[in-house]
Nanobody, 121 residues
Framework: QVQLVESGGGTVQPGGSLTLSCAASGSIFRINTMGWYREAPGKSRELAAAITSGGGIDYGDSVKGRFTISRGDAENTVYLQMTELRPEDTAVYYC???????????????WGQGTQVTVSS
């Protein structure tokens, strides 16, 4: 059983910063990609940022230049450093991982339960 546990959400003023953390635990053979998606009220879930095991990084257009994704020393952790936050960044942020639970398992996708980020004055 795999779990993704997020932390670091909260309320911040426009222009402020927050860092989200996600740790994967459980039966994990290899993680291919970890990332962050966000879902604002009335909108569909969208990519914020993702990072592969090889270090390849992808950002959503609306966060480029403001958000930075990184993996921790333990390969099962991922961070999202968010700066210059705007009210439109308000959303529930979900940690995502594509991984194999065992050497012979298929690649499967897992989600955390989400953490709220609110940008408001």
């Amino acid at each position: 059983q795999v779990q993704l546990v997020e932390s670091g959400g909260g309320t911040v003023q426009p222009g402020g910063s927050l860092t989200l953390s996600c740790a994967a635990s459980g039966s994990i053979f290899r993680i291919n990609t970890m990332g962050w998606y966000r879902e604002a009220p009335g909108k569909s879930r969208e990519l914020a940022a993702a990072i592969t095991s090889g270090g390849g990084i992808d950002y959503g257009d609306s966060v480029k230049g403001r958000f930075t994704i990184s993996r921790g020393d333990a390969e099962n952790t991922v961070y999202l450093q968010m700066t210059e936050l705007r009210p439109e960044d308000t959303a529930v942020y979900y940690c995502n991982a594509d991984l194999r639970a065992t050497m012979t398992s298929p690649l499967s996708e897992y989600w955390g339960q989400g953490t709220q980020v609110t940008v408001s004055s």
